[in-house]
């Protein structure tokens, strides 16, 4: 049974850090990674990516502010949030997609969420 657990969310001031981590029971390396978040009443929205080489995207929104990045070691994935702004407010999902050097399948496994709050 393959688990994805969140930890790190919380409510901030505008412009505070928060540091989001995800760890697997399932080894890291054979999977692309992301984080998602989602807002009631608006579609999910892919945040920040990362291969099973290393390689990373992001989304427009957090570009320069966000930074994803992974353990192997400790399976562990985790995103760096500074310059946070209250639209940033969301449930944060972590998610894994079985890949290898150049692609990634559909994310298959999601962990439960923790929650971001920014207030100004």
């Known amino acids: 049974h393959v688990q994805l657990v969140e930890s790190g969310g919380g409510s901030v001031q505008a412009g505070e850090p928060l540091r989001l981590s995800c760890e697997a029971s399932?080894?890291?390396?054979?999977?692309?990674l992301a984080w998602f978040r989602r807002v009631p009443g608006k579609e999910r929205e892919g945040v920040a990516h990362?291969?099973?080489?290393?390689?990373?995207r992001y989304a427009d929104s957090v570009k320069g502010r966000f930074t994803i990045s992974k353990e192997n070691a400790k399976n562990t994935l985790y995103m760096q949030m500074n310059s946070l702004k209250p639209e940033d407010t969301a449930m944060y999902y972590c998610?894994?997609?079985?890949?290898?050097?150049?692609?990634?399948?559909?994310?298959?496994?999601w962990g439960q969420g923790t929650q971001v709050t920014v207030s100004q």
């Open positions: 998610a894994a997609a079985p890949g290898g050097s150049g692609y990634c399948y559909g994310y298959m496994y």
């Open positions: 399932l080894d890291i390396r054979r999977y692309c």
């Open positions: 990362i291969d099973t080489d290393g390689r990373t």
